[in-house]
């Protein structure tokens, strides 16, 4: 079951594969209506839970926090109380089986800076956005609530992630589409800040594993072992697309002409780096992706779907979401 609110992210027609399996079903639901949790949790009466629903973009936390505090800390509490109440009415043999895991990030961590160090499960959380702050809020609730009431949990918490689907705000998508429709592409500050890139079927694989076989109470970090700054990965989409896709807008001489150095974000954080040994020595998974690989996906993916992301550039999608799919 898929419990999703739509708000300006969420797109159903991301799911169409999906719709109309027997073994999958839909509902708009948002994650701070208790009531509404708990109803699904006794109709639909789940093994487990992924919590993956977040505000997710450090930009918007930044320019707006309110949503980021609602979401990601109050709907996480929500959902803990809810899950530790049906957890609760379940028999000896469900009660066994049930976990929460709860779906993180690396920003928690905080900054690396120019260290040559990585996040361990160990590190000590610093957040330095409203984001990053409300998540590393979220994943202390859910370790209160295994220590204080026994609630079976595991976390994970990721790198950035890239892939097919990934909602054009982020930084790959957004500069693919920006450099196909001729417009500029926006790097922060001077490009320097690196980040550890996970292809999100990598992490779907991870999380299956996490969700199936991590040890309860337990924390894992998830990474792609791709670090990269900026700037590097801004010129690396520029030569797939002069490669895949050389006939290019009216008048533009290359699509690197395209890239350009912007104001920086707000307290921009310089490095993120998994070190992600301990799933892999103890659940057995790696990434199979690395960069290169992963970014020629994503960009034939793009150049593939073009109508799925046009409908989100034109806001098309948005009609598309009133609770069923279409
Ligand atoms: O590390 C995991 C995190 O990765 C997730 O928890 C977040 O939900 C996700 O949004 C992502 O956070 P980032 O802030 O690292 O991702 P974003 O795609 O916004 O930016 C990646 C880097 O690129 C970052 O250093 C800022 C920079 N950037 C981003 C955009 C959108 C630019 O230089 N120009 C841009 O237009």
Redesign the pocket.
Known sequence: MNVDVLSYAGNLESLTHAKGHPNYAFSQTNICNAAQIATHLQQFQPDIIIHLA?E????RSIDGPAEFIQTNIVGTYTLLEQCRHYWGSLDPQHKQDFRFHHV????VYGDLGNTSTRFTESTSYNPSSP??AS?ASADHLVRAWHRSYGLPVVISN????YGPYQFP????P??ILSALNGKI?????K?D?V??WLYVEDHARALATVATQGKIGETYNIGGNNERR?LD??QAICSILEELRPDKPVGLGLYSDLITL?ED?PG??QR?AIDASKITQELGWQAQENIETGLRKTVLWYLENTSWWERILNGAYRLNRQGKQA
């Open positions: 977040a997710s973009h450090v930009d993180s990030t690396d920003e984001y990053s998540k990721c790198s950035n992630n705000e982020k930084l790959i957004h500069m592409l926006p790097v922060y500050g490009g800040q980040r550890d900026n990965v801004v912007v974000r921009h954080d993120y």
